[in-house]
């Protein structure tokens, strides 16, 4: 694997446009703190709001609460004889009467509290993921380092890729991610909850590449641009802790958020989706200020993870997701990956395949040269791929 600059940190599709910054995130875990200790919070739940400006976190958590007054307003009017408006008094008048401040705030408050548990909780629709004849030659290099690569991956597997050393497979994840521009071909996403492809494995694109049946088809006829798949695809590179650059876990979760006051609503909803995300990894019960390098080498891997997958990648790419790790850490990444599929699409390069094996749906061998030919799964002989 060779490593350039612009591969320092383990989230790094994402941190384009974004204006993220580590400068304004220093005082967060501080905020953090100070919001646990006012309003005696959960961990989890304050990270929700830990992204979000020292003023935004406040506005927030005022929202909070008065969401979960707005929820109890209903039931003062029933237990007041029902039918009673704004003139009923009591708790049910201040916070009941649509026409005021209070009551306005309060109804957006509870609309976007069930906006962001509905968005959160909900597992992201499968993607299909097709590449197409993709070429990379980048100048200067004598040869191509990818030629005329066709993959097909459908919504919710996980594909494998194998090979030998220098053959190309981390470039093959650059180029999917949109670090590298390829020379030729494409790259396209079926988001839709389904399979864009009927029983004999025809396309249910039509010739100008939008989608029929329901189906949302990225990147029309020329496949996603270089942006499209910063947005859409997530990458973790192998040793992902290495690339670590935030100085406790809050940072570095939230480094690629966008950090302008108008996009307040989407770092809301990442802050929801963090939540989620974090239990799914089994980070939840780590508070939010312990150092990246304090985790163990399993716990980092899942830190790694929970950054991309807090992005709800439509394809996640894997380099190496078990190296160097002992074997309970293995053995956790393992089951992780296993619960992601349900999630998401994934494309793993591993050398691991005896732990990975069980997981595969479709695999391929990439050779010296940067070809790539599928193979036949199950293996008839796993440790005859080996190598
Ligand atoms: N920008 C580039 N210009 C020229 N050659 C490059 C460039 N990027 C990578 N290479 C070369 O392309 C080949 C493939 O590298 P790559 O890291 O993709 O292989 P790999 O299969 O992932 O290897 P490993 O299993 O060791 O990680 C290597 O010989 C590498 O030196």
Redesign the pocket.
């Known amino acids: ?2 490593t350039s600059s612009f591969r320092a940190r383990s989230g790094a599709p994402a941190a384009s446009g974004t204006g993220a910054g580590p400068s304004s995130g220093r005082a967060w875990p501080a905020v953090v703190r100070s919001c646990r200790s006012r309003q005696g919070n959960s961990t989890t739940s304050l990270s929700a709001h830990a992204p979000v400006s020292v003023v935004g976190a406040s506005f927030v958590s005022c929202l909070g609460r008065l969401g979960r007054d707005a929820r109890q307003a209903p039931r003062c009017r029933a237990a007041a004889g029902g039918g009673a408006g704004p003139a009923s008094g009591g708790a049910g008048t201040a916070f009941g009467d649509p026409n005021s401040l209070m009551g306005m705030l309060m109804a957006y408050a509870v609309q976007m509290q069930q906006q962001q548990a509905a968005g959160a909780g909900a597992a992201a629709p499968g993607a299909e993921v097709r590449v197409e004849g993709l070429t990379f030659h ?1 100048p ?2 004598e040869r191509p ?1 990818l030629q005329d690569i066709n993959l097909t991956l459908p919504a919710n597997s996980l594909g494998l890729v194998m ?10 994840l ?1 180029v999917l991610a949109g670090l ?1 521009e390829q020379t030729s071909g494409q790259v396209r996403v079926l988001r839709g909850g389904g399979s864009a492809f009927n029983g004999n494995g025809s396309s249910a694109l039509n010739g100008n590449g939008s989608s029929a049946g329901g189906v949302h088809a990225a990147g029309g006829p020329g496949g996603l641009s270089m942006e499209e798949r910063m947005q859409q695809v997530g990458l973790v590179f ?1 040793f992902p802790e290495r690339h670590f650059l935030g100085e406790d876990l809050l940072q570095e979760l939230t480094f690629t958020w966008p950090r302008l006051p108008g996009y307040w609503g989407e770092r809301n909803e990442l802050s929801a989706r963090m939540q989620i995300v974090l239990e799914a990894v089994g980070l939840e019960d780590i508070p939010l200020h312990v150092p990246p390098w304090a985790l163990s080498g399993g716990q980092q891997r899942r830190l790694a993870l929970a950054i991309q997958l807090v992005r709800q990648p439509a394809l996640l790419l894997l ?2 997701p078990l190296a160097g790790l002992d074997w309970t850490s293995r053995q956790e990444v393992v089951t992780i990956l296993k619960k992601l599929k349900e999630q998401c699409t994934l494309l793993v ?1 591993s ?1 691991d395949l005896a732990e990975i094996a069980p997981l595969v749906d479709v695999a391929w061998r ?1 050779r010296i040269g ?1 070809s790539c030919e599928a193979v036949t799964w199950p293996p008839a002989d796993l440790a005859g791929l080996e190598q």
């Open positions: 694997m060779h980048p200067g290099a380092l090979g030998r050393s220098g053959s190309g497979k981390t470039t093959l650059q590298s192998q380099d190496e390069v050398h990439m940067g």
